[in-house]
Nanobody, 125 residues
Framework: QVQLVESGGGLVQTGGSLRLSCAAS????????VAWFRQAPGKERQFVAV????????YYADSVRDRFTISRDNAKNMVYLQMHSLQPGDTAVYYC??????????????????WGQGTQVTVSS
Protein backbone atom coordinates (compact mmCIF):
# COMPACT_ATOMS: atom_id res chain seq x y z
CA GLN A 1 0.00 0.00 0.00
CA VAL A 2 1.58 3.26 -1.13
CA GLN A 3 1.00 6.28 1.07
CA LEU A 4 1.25 9.70 -0.57
CA VAL A 5 1.55 12.98 1.29
CA GLU A 6 1.28 16.31 -0.48
CA SER A 7 2.69 19.58 0.79
CA GLY A 8 3.57 23.05 -0.43
CA GLY A 9 0.13 24.51 -1.02
CA GLY A 10 -0.84 27.95 0.15
CA LEU A 11 -2.12 31.37 -0.78
CA VAL A 12 -0.41 33.22 -3.62
CA GLN A 13 -1.21 36.26 -5.72
CA THR A 14 -1.98 36.14 -9.42
CA GLY A 15 1.24 35.64 -11.35
CA GLY A 16 2.99 34.00 -8.44
CA SER A 17 4.64 30.62 -8.10
CA LEU A 18 4.40 27.60 -5.84
CA ARG A 19 6.08 24.23 -5.71
CA LEU A 20 4.05 21.27 -4.54
CA SER A 21 5.69 18.13 -3.21
CA CYS A 22 4.45 14.56 -3.06
CA ALA A 23 6.25 12.24 -0.67
CA ALA A 24 5.81 8.49 -0.99
CA SER A 25 6.24 5.78 1.61
CA UNK A 26 7.16 3.24 -1.06
CA UNK A 27 10.92 2.75 -1.54
CA UNK A 28 10.33 1.63 -5.12
CA UNK A 29 8.41 4.80 -5.96
CA UNK A 30 10.54 5.16 -9.07
CA UNK A 31 8.59 2.21 -10.50
CA UNK A 32 5.33 4.13 -10.38
CA UNK A 33 3.64 6.45 -12.80
CA VAL A 34 2.79 9.57 -10.77
CA ALA A 35 0.36 12.35 -11.56
CA TRP A 36 -1.09 15.53 -10.17
CA PHE A 37 -4.80 16.23 -10.28
CA ARG A 38 -6.78 19.16 -8.95
CA GLN A 39 -10.33 19.71 -7.81
CA ALA A 40 -12.00 23.06 -7.49
CA PRO A 41 -15.16 23.49 -5.37
CA GLY A 42 -18.18 22.06 -7.13
CA LYS A 43 -16.13 20.64 -9.98
CA GLU A 44 -14.83 17.22 -10.93
CA ARG A 45 -11.27 16.22 -10.23
CA GLN A 46 -9.16 17.26 -13.20
CA PHE A 47 -5.90 15.91 -14.60
CA VAL A 48 -2.93 18.29 -14.41
CA ALA A 49 0.25 16.39 -15.27
CA VAL A 50 1.88 12.96 -15.18
CA UNK A 51 5.44 11.71 -15.06
CA UNK A 52 5.82 8.20 -16.38
CA UNK A 53 8.27 5.76 -14.86
CA UNK A 54 9.96 5.19 -18.22
CA UNK A 55 12.55 7.87 -18.95
CA UNK A 56 10.57 10.28 -16.77
CA UNK A 57 8.44 11.19 -19.75
CA UNK A 58 5.88 13.85 -18.93
CA TYR A 59 2.48 14.89 -20.19
CA TYR A 60 0.41 17.95 -19.30
CA ALA A 61 -3.12 19.21 -19.51
CA ASP A 62 -3.42 21.98 -22.08
CA SER A 63 -4.46 24.45 -19.39
CA VAL A 64 -1.14 24.18 -17.54
CA ARG A 65 1.35 23.34 -20.27
CA ASP A 66 4.18 25.92 -20.37
CA ARG A 67 3.32 27.09 -16.82
CA PHE A 68 3.66 23.93 -14.72
CA THR A 69 6.49 21.41 -14.58
CA ILE A 70 6.26 17.94 -13.06
CA SER A 71 9.46 16.25 -11.96
CA ARG A 72 10.63 13.45 -9.72
CA ASP A 73 13.57 12.72 -7.45
CA ASN A 74 13.73 8.95 -7.23
CA ALA A 75 16.45 8.99 -4.61
CA LYS A 76 14.09 10.84 -2.27
CA ASN A 77 10.85 9.12 -3.35
CA MET A 78 9.46 12.53 -4.24
CA VAL A 79 7.48 14.04 -7.09
CA TYR A 80 7.13 17.78 -7.52
CA LEU A 81 4.86 20.18 -9.34
CA GLN A 82 6.43 23.55 -10.01
CA MET A 83 3.73 26.09 -10.82
CA HIS A 84 4.37 29.49 -12.37
CA SER A 85 2.13 32.32 -13.60
CA LEU A 86 -0.65 31.16 -11.33
CA GLN A 87 -4.14 32.39 -12.05
CA PRO A 88 -7.33 32.41 -9.95
CA GLY A 89 -8.56 29.55 -12.15
CA ASP A 90 -5.76 27.40 -10.72
CA THR A 91 -7.35 27.57 -7.27
CA ALA A 92 -8.12 24.02 -6.17
CA VAL A 93 -7.10 21.19 -3.94
CA TYR A 94 -4.16 19.47 -5.61
CA TYR A 95 -3.79 15.71 -5.31
CA CYS A 96 -0.90 13.39 -5.99
CA UNK A 97 -1.77 9.98 -7.48
CA UNK A 98 0.27 6.91 -8.34
CA UNK A 99 -0.07 3.67 -10.22
CA UNK A 100 2.41 0.86 -10.67
CA UNK A 101 1.06 -0.34 -14.00
CA UNK A 102 0.70 1.52 -17.25
CA UNK A 103 -2.84 1.87 -18.53
CA UNK A 104 -4.54 4.03 -21.10
CA UNK A 105 -6.25 6.02 -18.39
CA UNK A 106 -3.26 7.73 -16.85
CA UNK A 107 -4.81 11.12 -17.54
CA UNK A 108 -8.00 10.11 -15.74
CA UNK A 109 -8.95 9.59 -12.12
CA UNK A 110 -9.70 5.94 -12.76
CA UNK A 111 -6.13 5.34 -13.91
CA UNK A 112 -4.70 5.52 -10.39
CA UNK A 113 -4.83 3.22 -7.41
CA UNK A 114 -3.20 5.44 -4.80
CA TRP A 115 -4.06 8.97 -3.77
CA GLY A 116 -2.87 11.53 -1.27
CA GLN A 117 -5.10 13.70 0.89
CA GLY A 118 -4.50 16.85 -1.10
CA THR A 119 -3.06 20.30 -0.52
CA GLN A 120 -4.96 23.54 -1.02
CA VAL A 121 -3.74 26.10 -3.53
CA THR A 122 -5.48 29.47 -3.53
CA VAL A 123 -4.64 32.16 -6.05
CA SER A 124 -5.93 35.62 -5.20
CA SER A 125 -6.79 38.16 -7.86
Amino acid sequence: QVQLVESGGGLVQTGGSLRLSCAASEPTFSHYHVAWFRQAPGKERQFVAVVYRIADTTYYADSVRDRFTISRDNAKNMVYLQMHSLQPGDTAVYYCAANLYYNTGLSTVKGYDYWGQGTQVTVSS
